[in-house]
């Protein structure tokens, strides 16, 4: 085995004091193709002779980078097989199915990826995936995380080891999580390490590129040094989050004392653990809907719903299973488009740019209507009509009581109660089912994007 160098004898460190990667164990390595995975894999290679590891090399082509990708996939294979190592690799439409799922590409890919690792992991019987993640990673992740948003756990930062998404049998270990990209590329270029440059890397569109090429380096040159304290940071607020979620996992196991007696972070813990088990996506705005509405569901796609009860136990039902019709039903916009259902209504949205023909009226059954979808918000609500709800009829000068709106439509008063309206995140009506848009929220020549909502009834509201 070639002499100790200064990174090598990092990565042994740390597989040592972490305990890691196990002597003999079969292991699977995550490689792309670029520096920091053909290092690790380089390093992984060198001490597989002391440590007595099986090395798989697995390579997962995601399809974006076309012909690109296809020579990353070949350039690892050619490797691998040069080491004289076990070669495995997959393709996956991640556009395709980033589309289908109606999910980000980033989180298609990560999905399919960790996929792919584990079926490779359990058909080679390896119980540990390894991956390049390093330092600079954990600083960019710190960052990309607190711009969208996260709480304490995704500020963290990612684990030295942890169970795979895909398969809580499969471990994922990141043995050079303190290690720097420089340390990375001056290794490389030392032991004549040959790696893919992936151009995409350099593009400033995707957010945590600008993250790397513009705002680090402008926080490098306001505050030196900070990329030494922040990983401090990060371990802080981890320790302080495993606590709180050993906290939260306590208490559902045991449900005392009352949700409601919990304090605020344990209570939010609680509702993302169950989320995260039932595999919803755990925002905070359902997050805190869950919390602050029990028995109130919330809609997780056109067939279920999530809901909680007053004891903090949230559940994913079919709407066709649910007993009682619920008096409101928030309803996200966040993604591009959706639909749902809210009795025998049927709706569905989509975010696309404004329309030429500007269109507005009163609505029709199974109609389509545009709005401003700035106007309108992230999120609505469907509900019914409610004592002293207000309305702006288009067209009308001024608001008026939805109540006087029916009169003059001469809607039967049997039959107000079950028309669907929605609400838009100011908490103004913006629909009324069958009758009108809102002059609110309109479309007009200052719009960028529209709101299309389409809607159907299986069976029409009646008078009986």
């Not at 995704?154 to 398969?167: E, F």
């Not at 389509?368 to 004592?387: C, M, N, S």
């Not at 913006?430 to 299986?458: H, M, N, P, Y």
Request: aromatic fraction near 8%; hydrophobic fraction near 45%.
């Amino acid at each position: 085995m070639p002499p100790m160098t200064g990174l090598k004898e990092k990565l042994t460190r740390n597989l040592t004091a972490r305990k890691l990667l196990a002597p003999g164990a079969t292991l699977v390595a995550a490689i792309s193709g670029g520096a920091d995975s053909m290092v690790l894999l380089h390093l992984l290679h060198d001490l597989s002779a002391k440590f007595h590891w099986r090395l798989v090399v697995a390579h997962f082509n995601h399809c974006l980078r076309g012909r690109a990708g296809d020579q990353d996939a070949r350039f690892v294979e050619k490797t691998a097989r040069q080491m004289g190592l076990v070669f495995a690799t997959e393709a996956a439409n991640v556009a395709a199915e980033a589309a289908r799922a109606s999910v980000s590409i980033e989180m298609a890919a990560r999905r399919l990826r960790h996929e792919f690792l584990a079926r490779v992991a359990l058909h080679h019987k390896a119980r540990v995936a390894v991956l390049a993640h390093h330092a600079d990673d954990q600083v960019e992740l710190f960052f990309l995380r607190l711009l969208r948003g996260a709480g304490s756990d995704g500020l963290a930062g990612m684990k030295w080891s942890s169970p795979s998404p895909a398969n809580p049998k499969v471990k994922l270990a990141r043995p050079l999580l303190n290690v720097r990209r420089a340390e990375i590329l001056a290794y490389a270029e030392e032991n004549r390490v040959p790696y893919r440059h992936d151009a995409s890397n350099f593009s400033d569109e995707p957010l945590r590129n600008r993250i790397r090429l513009k705002l680090l380096p402008l926080l490098a040159k306001w505050q030196p040094g900070f990329d030494r304290t922040l990983p401090r940071v990060m371990e802080i607020i981890g320790e302080e989050s495993a606590f709180l979620e050993a906290s939260a996992r306590a208490w559902l196991k045991r449900g005392k004392p009352p949700f409601r007696r919990l304090p605020l972070a344990l209570q939010r813990r609680c509702l993302v653990l169950q989320l995260r088990d039932l595999g919803a996506e755990p925002k905070f705005e359902i997050i805190e809907h869950l919390r602050q509405k029990p028995g109130v569901p919330w809609s997780g796609d056109a067939k279920t719903v999530l809901v909680a009860n007053r004891q903090g136990v949230v559940a994913r039902r079919r709407v066709a299973d649910l007993a009682f019709q619920p008096d409101e039903l928030p309803v996200d916009l966040t993604e591009p488009e959706g639909k749902i259902d809210f009795g025998d209504c049927h709706l569905s949205w989509r975010v696309e740019p404004r329309p030429r023909r500007l269109a507005g009226g009163s609505s029709a059954a199974g109609g389509v209507e545009y709005f401003d979808a700035r106007k309108i918000g992230a999120r609505l609500t469907l509900r019914h009509w409610r004592a002293g709800d207000r309305f702006h009829p288009i067209g009308a000068p001024a608001p008026l009581k939805l109540q006087d709106f029916f009169t003059n439509q001469k809607v039967p008063r049997a039959q107000r109660r079950r028309l669907v309206v929605a609400e838009a995140g100011d908490g103004r009506l913006f629909w009324v089912e069958g009758r009108r848009i809102s002059e609110c929220f309109k479309l007009d020549k200052t719009s960028q994007f529209a709101l299309r909502w389409q809607w159907r009834r299986r069976r029409m509201p009646d008078c009986d």
